[in-house]
């Protein structure tokens, strides 16, 4: 049975030895991105490291609809033309009419990172402001990718509204 000073002078080589190779070793690497990762295009989603961000759901409902005739008409030229700045400020990603069940009217997606924020955006929409419509709000965390939909839209209309 070997001595207990020549085990101690073998364990101290051997600790030795993976202490010298662990020093010049390199340390971990951070995981490689995918081959496909656009980092400037995570970042002009505003992408977290997985790819989602914080939007707030707009949910249009029908509130006293104004008669047919040429001021609701107006209203809705309004609420079109609303729709298109706030989207080319980068705060709209996703807008669209739903069945009317139960009252719902639309949607909006805005690319905002509180409710507080999206309704100060909302109060400017003609629909909200004549009373047509109201919004109800909810945070939404999703792929930041439905943030560059208006830039991707503009590519596929062939009669933009």
């Known amino acids: ?12 080589l051997a600790l030795t030895s993976l202490g010298a190779s662990a020093q ?3 340390a971990t690497p951070a995981a490689a991105a995918p081959a496909n990762y656009d980092a400037a295009l995570a970042k002009k989603a505003g ?4 790819g989602m961000r914080k939007f707030v759901l707009v ?17 809705f030229k309004g609420h079109f033309a609303n729709m298109k700045r706030l ?7 996703l807008a669209g009419p739903l069945d009317g069940v139960e009252g719902r009217r639309g949607i909006f997606v805005l690319a ?3 409710v507080e924020e999206a309704r100060k955006l909302v109060a400017t929409d003609p629909v909200i ?11 939404f965390f999703a792929s930041a990718a439905v943030s560059l939909i208006p830039g991707l839209h503009e590519k596929i209309a062939l009669k933009p509204f």
């Open 1 to 12: 049975m070997p001595k207990l000073p020549a085990i101690l002078s073998c364990l101290t």
């Open 24 to 26: 010049s070793a390199p």
């Open 47 to 50: 992408a977290n490291e997985n």
């Open 59 to 75: 949910i249009l409902k029908t509130h006293k609809p104004l008669p047919a005739g040429a001021q609701r008409d107006e209203m």
């Open 87 to 93: 989207a080319a400020e980068g705060k709209l990603a």
């Open 112 to 114: 905002v990172e509180d």
């Open 129 to 139: 402001i004549q009373g047509e419509m109201t919004a109800d709000f909810h945070r």
